[in-house]
């Protein structure tokens, strides 16, 4: 195989490039190859600034299409004011962020192309407070800056990070302290191409340490890809070199502060997992250890068919259990790899039950092996509960490599076993809605809690590229692993504003407001006295709410407005309820 596959992974064309000319060193068996190296000893550079800056002056909308009404919970993401998608413009490689105190609290950014006609791209962003249900998009960082490979993520205070990387391989860091809905200016950080970041919220000596690593690639400090921040992004420790420098690939923290990474090598094509256990010292220099890893396959980047032509077929991520439960510790890398054979793709998981010692795999996608079929952007989290999520697209419907479905599976065993593979999505082309850039990105991105998932990914439901939000699972806004629809339904939590969201999550997210902080919104108070509970219904749980609030001489209690709770705020109560409310 030649190089031309790894330069069309490259953003620009590959005419006059010394990347791009020549082969790789030798062919490889079955088509598959192990190094990611061009002749002049450098890999490919997967962003650098390309086309002119284009804006679109009248922009046209059209609504959201409709076939994402086919109960998949899919939400699109970079809308108007209106909720309509923007004609003419492109939106892909997205990653979120969730609030961990408030978790309706969802921010996701993306690579915005304004306008198709160029491939120069800005940094959008979009915010939801009621868990992905409704989005509002912001305005770009720095318009007129270019921007690729948004990352983001969260401290334990529920601060929001955007990594942003600029034309000249430097990063920028955004913050925001409200979901999303502003933003401090830019700091100035250490990095380069392909970055991920990681922030510590595990209570520990690291808590809020914020890890970044990037690829040799092209970026600021030649080998040296690793740097740490220990006041909040704002400045960073000198960049190290870091054992085999892996690239394209993900961190995860264990529940003590154990810092791991994920990535192949430029070099040899291997799959490497460092481990760090000291990086969570602010006190001292990291340092880390290195096993190859066996995934059962190749991480490759090309094939006869080729759903994302110019960009990676995936990205490796690395995840940890941190439930306390019997695979408390397991080490997870999951990726879309190319087995032996004439299979061309599979998602993989690779298990480590030793801290990342040694690993067995196992293989996600349930199609038969002799398919043919392209399981491509395989995406993992892992939830607080051990639980393995896992996504990709998947080409077994059609045969055909860009005409994929989202599909879904879980673990609850430590990745011995996989469910049955769910599509989860309506069939999509990749190859369409190219913004002078032959893919569509080189990520997803999700999250986990104890009932499913929040995934941010790019499909072409409309004819072009858009970054949707996908909820997988019921909701679980108050994290106590029970549906939000039944916390309402049994009078568990209150639903004042009828939104189907509990109230103390409609509080958290600021969409309700609960000033003397007595756990029920200040929109509704009052406005039903007989409504106890606050869930827009009267009824016999009413009752139960009453008595409640009397032992505990709760505001609610007074129903004959005297300022006191007594025992004739009953008789008022029955009377109340009786009248009913409007």
């Known amino acids: 195989m030649t190089i031309s596959r790894v330069c069309a992974a490259a953003l620009v064309a590959c005419a006059g490039s010394a990347v791009c000319s020549g082969q790789l060193l030798g062919p490889q068996p079955e088509g598959k190859f192990k190094t990611f190296v061009g002749p002049d000893g450098k890999p490919p550079v997967l962003e650098t600034p390309a086309g002119p800056y284009l804006i679109q002056t009248n922009p046209q909308t059209s609504p959201t299409n409709p076939l994402l009404m086919g109960g998949f919970g899919i939400t699109q993401v970079n809308v108007d004011a209106n909720g309509n998608n923007i004609l003419g413009d492109a939106a892909n490689e997205p990653s979120m962020a969730i609030d961990p105190t408030a978790p309706n609290r969802i921010v996701i950014g993306w690579r ?24 509002h998009n912001q305005q770009v960082f720095t318009p007129g800056t270019f921007r690729s490979d948004p990352v983001l993520d969260a401290d334990a205070d529920g601060n929001i990070y955007y990594s942003s990387l600029k034309g000249d391989f430097s ?19 250490l990095g380069g191409d392909k970055q991920w970041i990681a922030i510590d919220r595990t209570g520990g000596i690291g808590d809020g340490n914020f890890y970044e690593v990037w690829s040799t690639a092209a970026g600021c400090c030649g080998n040296q890809i690793f740097s740490r921040s220990t006041d909040g992004g704002l400045t960073y420790m000198s960049p190290i070199a870091i054992p085999n420098s892996p690239v394209w690939g993900s961190m995860a923290i264990a529940s003590d502060g154990t810092l791991y990474i994920v990535g192949v090598s430029f070099n040899n094509g291997n799959v490497y997992l460092l481990k760090s256990t000291n990086a969570k010292d602010p006190n001292q220099t990291p340092t880390f250890t290195s096993r190859q890893v066996d995934l059962g396959a190749v991480y490759n980047l090309g094939g006869n068919c080729d759903p994302n032509p110019q960009g990676l077929w995936g990205q490796l991520w690395v995840g940890v259990d941190n439930s306390g439960g019997p695979n408390d510790g397991n080490v997870y890398i999951v990726g879309s790899v190319d087995p032996a054979g ?31 079929s392209y399981q491509w952007f395989g995406t993992m989290s892992v939830a607080p509960n051990g639980r393995i999520d896992v996504v990709w697209n998947d080409s077994r419907e059609t045969g055909i490599c860009n005409q994929s479905r989202l599909y879904y ?83 568990f939590s209150g639903d004042c504003n009828a939104n189907g969201i509990p109230d103390e999550c409609d509080i958290a997210a600021g969409v309700l407001t609960d000033a003397d902080g007595d756990g029920f919104p200040d929109e509704c108070m009052m406005t039903c006295l007989p409504d106890v509970n606050h869930d827009g219904t009267l009824d016999s749980a009413d009752f139960t709410a009453w008595i409640a609030a009397f032992n505990s001489a709760a505001p609610e209690c007074d129903q004959n407005g005297d300022g006191m ?12 309820f009786n009248a009913g409310c409007n």
């Open 112 to 135: 915005q192309f304004d306008n198709v006609n160029s491939s120069f791209r800005q940094a959008g962003n979009a915010w939801s407070n009621d868990g992905g249900r409704t989005w």
């Open 171 to 189: 990063l920028d860091t955004f913050i925001s302290t409200d979901g999303g809905q502003t933003w401090s200016p830019p700091h100035p950080a």
């Open 342 to 372: 004439a299979d061309p793709l599979d998602v993989r998981c690779a298990i480590s039950t030793d801290g990342g010692q040694t690993f067995t795999s196992t293989r996600v996608n349930d199609d038969p092996p002799s398919s043919g």
């Open 409 to 491: 599976s879980s673990s609850s065993d430590g990745g011995q076993t996989w469910s049955a593979n769910v599509a989860m999505s309506p069939q999509f082309n990749s190859h369409i809605g190219w913004p002078q850039q032959n893919k569509i990105g080189d990520y997803y991105h999700m999250r986990s809690d104890l009932l499913g998932a929040d995934l941010a990914w790019a499909a072409t439901f409309n004819g072009e590229q858009d970054v949707y939000h996908l909820r997988i699972g019921a909701s679980d806004c108050n994290g106590n692993g029970i549906a939000d629809s039944a916390d309402i339904s049994t009078g």
């Open 565 to 576: 709770c007594t025992s004739a705020d009953f008789t008022a109560w029955v009377a109340n």
